[in-house]
């Protein structure tokens, strides 16, 4: 899984051949078949692995703060985090998808991330007292998307602040319901 991680990662999932990986994880060709059947199923779990991570990584940020529009911020905090990383490459779905063709298990697994992305905005949009929270959603996933873009691109982590800063501006602009105190 690591050979996998690192090469689909960094040069590709169709650039890189199922020998490729072989060759870096030392093992016999046979294993790898015997385990995963075949690279669509190496591929199937390398993108399960780095949605896992990513979640449980988004997950640690927001269980550090208590304030709902804080919590909002907290993914941005993440980016940076995950931007400042010296092999990072872009989000891995961003990148999966530019070479998926559509309905392939690649095309499934960035749509089940894409959902998941928005979901995640969307809760803590409703969590926050947002008015609309799908609109608020919306919003963020586009500064989300924006900053990956923009790091990959620039390769440097500044991104994530600048999106956050945005984050902030757009929770400012926001009507949000009050809060009872009962």
Known sequence: MAASDELFYTEGIHTVGIDRVIEKAGVAKGSLYYIFGGKDQLIEAYLFNRHQAW?????????????????????????????????????????????ALPGSLEDLAATKFRRWIHELFGELARDAGAMDPKALADQLVVLYDGANTTAQMDKTAAPANTAKTMAQLVLAATSFKAHSLS
């Open 55 to 99: 979640m449980e990584t988004v997950q640690r940020g927001l269980d550090a703060v208590d304030d709902p529009q804080a919590k909002i911020l907290a993914v941005f905090d993440q980016l940076g985090i995950l931007f400042a990383q010296p092999d990072f490459r872009g989000c891995a779905f961003m990148n999966a998808t530019a070479e």
